[in-house]
């Protein structure tokens, strides 16, 4: 059995490659990319702490995973929404670099 804090230890570090990804790219799908990464961090935290410590009530048995599903439904519906709003701006003005598009200026 693998000990807590290694998936602790490596959830962060996907969270932190992620943040770069968001942070650091210019490029609009790899900031969506970005983002998944970083929902796909807090859904190994949250799976790793339901695996380790032990529910209240029986009836709190699977709430790390419907915490996760719920994260994977937002996930699903982050990237839907941000890749038609990417598909929206490159048809309009032909590019996915985010520090060209200004959409606030006349």
Request: proline share 4%; with cysteine; aromatic share 10%.
């Amino acid at each position: 059995m693998i000990p807590l804090p290694f998936y602790l230890v490596i959830a962060a570090a996907l969270f932190c490659v992620g943040l770069y990804g968001a942070l650091a790219r210019r490029n609009a799908i790899a900031i969506l990319i970005g983002i998944e990464l970083m929902l796909n961090a807090v859904n190994l935290n949250l799976v790793a702490f339901w695996r380790y410590i032990k529910p209240a009530s029986p009836t709190m048995d699977l709430a790390g995973q419907v915490f996760a599903l719920f994260v994977v439904t937002l996930a699903a519906a982050e990237a839907a929404i941000g890749l038609a709003l990417v598909i929206a701006i490159y048809r309009s003005r032909d590019t996915v670099n985010v520090e060209d598009v200004d959409l606030m200026k006349w």
